[in-house]
């Protein structure tokens, strides 16, 4: 996960056009994330609970 020094650093070298988009993507990963945190626990087999994606 990126720190948020480490983000802001990314997003003042952006241009003011993709910096919108950065932080659009930016706040979909921590949505997700904070819906994995709070809403994956209650599932009752482990294959769900496990998180989604590759890795």
């Not at 659009?24 to 997700?32: C, F, H, K, L, Y």
């Amino acid at each position: 996960m990126i720190e948020r020094r480490e983000a802001d650093a990314i997003v003042e070298r952006l241009t003011e056009v993709s910096r919108p988009h950065a932080l659009t993507i930016m706040s979909a990963e921590q949505r997700t994330m904070s819906f994995r945190t709070n809403v994956g626990p209650q599932f009752m087999e482990p294959i769900a609970r496990k998180g989604g994606g590759s890795g």
